[in-house]
């Protein structure tokens, strides 16, 4: 009875999302903090004001949201920890650090949302991905891209790793200049957490195939990564992808965006309208709508979870861990002794979860997510005692 194409299936595990326990959940990089309570109340208004508007298809085209994501990454240049605000009330002002300062205003054409970012990358694979050469990727990042390469029957390349888990550029490079392929990666990376600097990027675009699309995941940018959206200035073939459900404690409302060229967006959107015209919800548009305009809240809770992040990488080294520079909301680690999933147990066993991987490779690694202060102490306190 099942299609033959089920065969190429191997889904996604997400980060497990129990019932039958409180749990601290550290394992799913899900921000700690809540949304503003001006995202509660334009959901509460919405319900509560416009019950009519459930009964009706949501805006197909998203067009104010669009156009107030384009607002929020044209006053923080993409990256909230280092964009520079006067307070942190959703009238406070922003500006991006001046390094980030974008060399052209983002408007909404340049804008496509979904439903997550996982259903946008899906758009991205089914709008540029053919069977007929491989798509290049690191050997560890985000696990969903070889799923759709799967899905859609895209067959792929990953390379592995430098010696200190940061990506190897120059063969995905060659890789990729040999079978005229696009590029994908998540940056900062997942699940190590390293990022690349912008320049390391324009470089990699200079010399990666024009004729083909060349994607970056953007969605722990937000941390401590510098976006990418400035090299849209020079290069067509860029596909930039990130999320509402980090930086912006949204992962329930479940919201993605691509950034991109005018004319690459409309091709997404054809793939969209020909799947499903309305993948974003009256009560999620309400909701992100109302999370970008108060952008100073959740660039002060990026800079606390950033520094947050620090103060935990330091503790774990002084008791003997090895901690990747993490440029994003979850540390990657291991210490030498102890396999990923007994650590993972221990801490569960204490009531916090966090995530290990059994990929040979990484199977000695635990990813944590970074949670508020008073989270961590309670997992320093157990992690003291491994
Ligand atoms: C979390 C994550 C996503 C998925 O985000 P959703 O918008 O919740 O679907 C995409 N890419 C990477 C690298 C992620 O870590």
């Given at each position: 009875m099942l299609a033959k194409r089920l065969q190429n299936l191997h889904p996604y595990v997400p980060g497990e999302q129990p019932n039958d326990r409180e749990y601290i959940k550290l394992n799913a990089n899900e921000n700690p903090y809540s949304p503003h309570q001006s995202v509660s109340q334009a959901v509460q208004d919405a319900a509560v004001n416009l019950p009519q508007k459930m009964g009706l298809y949501p805006d197909p085209d998203v067009t104010q949201l669009r156009e107030e994501i384009a607002a929020m990454l044209n006053k923080t240049g993409g990256s909230f920890w280092s964009a520079e605000c006067s307070?942190?009330?959703?009238e406070s002002d922003c500006k991006p650090a001046p390094q980030n300062k974008l060399p052209f205003t983002v408007t909404s054409d340049m804008i496509l949302c979904g439903n997550g970012s996982d259903e946008v990358l899906s758009f991205v694979f089914y709008t540029f991905f053919d069977s007929d050469r491989p798509l290049i990727m690191p050997q560890f990042t985000y696990s969903f891209y070889p799923v759709y390469c799967g899905y859609y029957d895209i067959p792929m390349k990953q390379i592995a790793l430098n010696a200190d888990w940061s990506l190897d550029t120059e063969t995905m490079l060659t890789e990729a200049n040999k079978t005229d392929s696009s590029i994908i990666f998540a940056n900062p990376n997942a699940p190590t957490g390293i990022a690349l600097s912008r320049e390391a990027v324009r470089k990699m675009l200079q010399r990666a195939p024009k004729d083909r699309v060349f994607i970056v995941d953007e969605a722990y940018c937000d941390f401590g990564g510098e976006s990418c959206i400035p090299l849209l200035a020079e290069f067509d073939n860029l596909v930039i992808v990130r999320t509402f459900s980090k930086s912006l404690s949204l992962a329930g409302m479940r919201l993605g965006y691509i950034v991109s060229s005018p004319d690459l967006v409309k091709a997404v959107f054809q793939v969209k309208n020909s799947f499903n015209?309305?993948?974003?919800?009256f009560i999620a548009q309400t909701a992100a709508k109302a999370s970008c305009k108060a952008t100073p809240y959740y660039v002060q809770n990026a800079k606390q979870i950033a520094q947050e992040r620090d103060i935990f990488t330091a503790f774990l080294r002084e008791h003997g861990w090895f901690v990747i520079d993490s440029a994003t909301n979850f540390v990657f680690a291991k210490k030498k002794g102890l396999a990923g999933r007994d650590v993972y147990e221990a801490v569960k066993k204490q009531g916090i979860l966090i995530r290990h991987f059994a990929?040979?490779?990484?199977?000695?690694f635990v990813r944590i997510t970074i949670g508020t202060p008073q989270q961590m102490a309670q997992l320093k306190t157990i992690m003291e005692a491994l």
């Open positions: 307070g942190s009330e959703p015209h309305f993948p974003v919800d990929t040979p490779g990484i199977e000695d």
